[in-house]
């Protein structure tokens, strides 16, 4: 998951946006280079346009428009990578995606048996 201040990639030049793109395809290059397989990922949308659904305690559900937490690091997007290697993965993902401050957080997908 990644994650960093929304308003830095809200009014980025467009050459600054061009160079990140370049960054995340360098990152997924380096990624099948080194055997780790990204199985998908996405940008996300800027948090201001999330809609928050809530149930409380109460029992009555709440819809808002918003993020559910405001914050001054947002997610902004995610890869999914399947690895045996997490530290590689760490340190690799730091080397590319990170030039401009931020942050990841390699987290493990729990799979349930059917």
């Known amino acids: 998951m990644l994650w960093g201040d929304e308003d830095v990639w809200e009014n980025a030049t467009p050459e ?3 160079r990140a793109m370049g960054e995340h395809g360098a990152f997924s ?3 099948e280079a080194r055997g780790y397989r990204i199985l998908g990922g996405e940008e996300l949308g800027f948090s201001k346009n999330a809609v928050t659904v809530q149930r409380p305690e109460s029992g009555d559900l709440t819809i808002t428009e918003g993020p559910y937490v405001e914050l001054a ?3 902004g997007g995610y890869y ?3 690895t045996d290697d ?3 993965l760490a340190r690799l993902a730091g080397e590319h995606l990170l030039t401009d401050g931020g ?3 390699l987290r493990p997908v729990v ?3 059917a």
């Open 111 to 113: 799979v349930h048996d």
């Open 29 to 31: 290059e380096a990624c």
């Open 86 to 88: 997490v530290q590689g």
């Open 103 to 105: 942050g990841i957080e």
């Open 16 to 18: 600054t946006q061009e």
């Open 73 to 75: 690091e947002h997610l």
């Open 80 to 82: 999914v990578i399947e």
